[in-house]
């Protein structure tokens, strides 16, 4: 049974960082795509950042240069370490393998 545990998420002041995690488990994770999408309220889900299995890595170009993804395949976890937040991030954040699998996301607040 594919799991998917997202953390880490939080209020923070523009400007400020968190690192979110999603920690995996019921598959061979090392051999997945993973992703990070978030859904801010009226808006459609979208992409953040993705994870190959090989390590090659894809980004929304509103948080290029801010945000890194990146994984250990030794603890079967994704992490999101955002830097730079700006208002416009407040949002859910969710893990996906595969986009076939999704975690029930961590929300992320953006404000002074």
């Known amino acids: 049974q594919v799991q998917l545990v997202e953390s880490g998420g939080g209020l923070v002041q523009p400007g400020g960082s968190l690192r979110l995690s999603c920690a995996a488990s019921?598959?061979?994770?090392?051999?997945?795509?993973m992703s990070w999408y978030r859904q801010a309220p009226g808006k459609q889900r979208e992409l953040v950042a993705g994870v190959t299995s090989g390590g090659n890595t894809n980004y929304a170009d509103s948080v290029k240069g801010r945000f890194t993804i990146s994984r250990d395949n030794a603890k079967n976890t994704v992490y999101l370490q955002m830097d730079s937040l700006k208002p416009d991030d407040t949002a859910v954040y969710y893990c996906?393998?595969?986009?076939?699998?999704w975690g029930r996301g961590t929300q992320v607040t953006v404000s002074s």
């Open positions: 996906s393998r595969n986009l076939d699998s």
């Open positions: 019921g598959f061979t994770f090392s051999r997945y795509y």
